[in-house]
């Protein structure tokens, strides 16, 4: 979660740069050259649109969305989270049969009885992770491997020679403090369905964990649609084979996704921005990381200490 805040309202949306200009054109035809290892800053275009390939000769191969929720020490909203989930991993089965969702749930380092929360859940889609701490930049590279490590081949044949195509796959990005709305993954769906390489979407604060002078101070900052477009981790979207071509979150502290985002625009990938949809985070001002969004509200509309 970054200091880059979310509008408020919902109904704003903006789509970044069609895959047909100039640059994002070139990173098709570039898909020609086999690919090669990334690394975070340096983004390769060559692997970008690989997935989709077959799209254009035989329909649309069947897709996967893999939901990576990075936690530390979060016992008392974990549950909310993975509730939150549920349901729209309900609606995305009941509306599109055919996609496969899977959630991925980080324990960077859990001290607490985060991963006893986890276990309780039980849902089938539910794989968790543990890792030493290394920090929110690290957790949701190693949740993103770790759900884009499952074989991507499809069951049905799709291509006209009766082979399999490869999955269409779009990683959805959350924390373990917040709720996403029951429509969330129908919305990442959509990007996905869409052309998007990425989908940047809104937040907003938890209205209980606010004092209501708080509360009123950070609404009177926010009207429909002022910050369209800024970026949280809580809620973010990107296609696989754009993830793989940005070299994947930079192993650091803080501002994971900002810098995501930033190394994407200069690619000249197609990030699309919406605030239809936000997703639920606390407003504690004590946060998991140092400068994240719990730092951001303290200092901006709190007592400023």
């Given amino acids: 979660m970054t200091d880059h805040e979310a509008a408020g309202s919902t109904g704003s949306v903006r789509r970044g740069p069609a895959p047909d200009q100039p ?19 340096a983004p390769d275009a060559r692997l970008v649109d690989s997935a989709l390939q077959d799209d254009d000769r035989t ?13 530390h020490d979060e016992e008392a909203r974990i549950t909310a989270c993975l509730t939150a989930l549920a349901d ?48 929110v930049g690290s957790a949701r590279a190693l949740g993103a491997a770790a759900a884009l490590a499952v074989p991507d081949r499809t069951e049905t044949p799709t291509r006209t020679d009766g082979t399999a195509a490869p999955a269409r796959r779009w990683l959805a990005h959350t924390d373990a403090d917040s709720r996403v709305d029951a429509g969330w993954l129908v919305q990442q ?16 604060p938890e209205p209980q964990d606010l004092d209501p002078a708080v509360l009123a101070r950070w609404e009177a900052a926010h009207p429909p649609g002022a910050t369209l477009g800024h970026v949280h981790g809580a809620n973010l979207g990107v296609r696989a084979d754009a993830y793989h071509a940005l070299g994947g979150f930079e192993p650091v502290p803080e501002h994971e996704d900002v810098r995501f985002v930033e190394r994407a625009r200069a690619l000249g990938l197609r990030v699309d921005a919406t605030t239809d949809l936000p997703v639920v985070t606390s407003g504690r001002f004590d946060g998991r990381t140092p400068g994240g969004y719990a730092d951001h509200l303290r200092r901006t509309y709190g007592d400023g200490s």
């Fill in 23 to 41: 640059e994002t054109r070139a990173a098709r035809t570039a898909t020609t050259t086999p690919p090669r290892a990334t690394s975070p800053g």
């Fill in 59 to 71: 329909g649309r191969p069947a897709a996967r969305v893999h939901v990576v929720v990075p936690a």
């Fill in 88 to 135: 729209a991993v309900a609606r995305l089965h009941a509306e599109r049969p055919d996609v496969q969702a899977t959630v991925t749930v980080v324990l960077d380092g859990c001290t607490d009885g985060t991963l006893d929360a986890v276990r309780a859940a039980g849902h089938p889609w539910l794989h968790v992770l543990e890792t030493a701490r290394v920090g």
């Fill in 189 to 204: 769906l959509a990007a996905l369905d869409d052309g998007a390489h990425l989908l940047v979407g809104a937040v907003v």
